[in-house]
T-cell receptor
Framework: KAGVTQTPRYLIKTRGQQVTLSCSPI?????VSWYQQTPGQGLQFLFE???????NKGNFPGRFSGRQFSNSRSEMNVSTLELGDSALYLC?????????????FGPGTRLLVL | DAKTTQPPSMDCAEGRAANLPCNHS???????VYWYRQIHSQGPQYIIH???NNETNEMASLIITEDRKSSTLILPHATLRDTAVYYC?????????????????FGTGTKLQVIP
């Protein structure tokens, strides 16, 4: 079965621009979580979506937002980009409904803000 | 979610067992221990998880102490492809009944270098 896919894999933007990243979960998975990974901060949780609703949220400013569609695909948007937003953005999917869950990660989108 | 402590780096000879420790002294009764690894520039890969019993799968074994305050991930025969950063995570089990659990906290992990 196909894994988690993320597009695009690489992206270069300039400060002040906005960006939208896409994540397609494993078929049947309804939960999608987003993470930011930087060398200085490591892996940090952004938010989680389940059945088109944001179910949990990390400590990131409102410039970071997301949504989930009825087919469980998710998008993450960052507005007014800052240099510090340069990072590897990872999404992870899981069933979202059972007690013991394993998240499966995609390859990530590497964003560079100039 | 409870915090974990791992050594920043370890070396292991190819073909030998790699034993990666993790301390999670503040773990609570309903938190599971998960292990992931991340090979350079790729997404984290799930390895194994457990609650209180030792677990084994095709990738690794997980040994959890009786008091659950620490655990060890064992890669029985390390290969060069096992060179990666290994993350130990403790978190509550999932599902809609828990009201949203996916706020997983990753620590800094252990960088395992397998040496030929």
């Amino acid at each position: 079965k196909a894994g988690v896919t993320q597009t695009p894999r690489y992206l270069i933007k300039t400060r002040g621009q906005q960006v939208t990243l896409s994540c397609s979960p494993i078929s049947g998975h309804r939960s999608v979580s987003w993470y930011q990974q930087t060398p200085g901060q490591g892996l940090q949780f952004l938010f989680e979506y389940f059945s088109e609703t944001q179910r949990n949220k990390g400590n990131f400013p409102g410039r970071f937002s997301g949504r989930q569609f009825s087919n469980s695909r998710s998008e993450m948007n960052v507005s007014t980009l800052e240099l510090g937003d340069s990072a590897l953005y990872l999404c992870a999917s899981s069933w979202g409904q059972v007690k013991i869950e394993t998240q499966y990660f995609g390859p990530g989108t590497r964003l560079l803000v100039l | 979610d409870a915090k974990t402590t791992q050594p920043p780096s370890m070396d292991c000879a190819e073909g030998r067992a790699a034993n990666l420790p993790c301390n999670h002294s503040t773990i609570s009764g309903n938190e599971y221990v998960y292990w992931y690894r991340q090979i350079h520039s790729q997404g984290p890969q799930y390895i194994i998880h457990g609650l209180k019993n030792n677990e084994t799968n095709e990738m690794a074994s997980l040994i959890i102490t009786e008091d659950r305050k620490s655990s060890t991930l064992i890669l029985p025969h390390a290969t060069l492809r096992d060179t990666a950063v290994y993350y130990c995570i403790v978190r509550v089990g999932a599902g809609i009944l828990s009201g949203g659990y996916q706020k997983v906290t990753f620590g800094t992990g252990t960088k395992l270098q397998v040496i030929p």
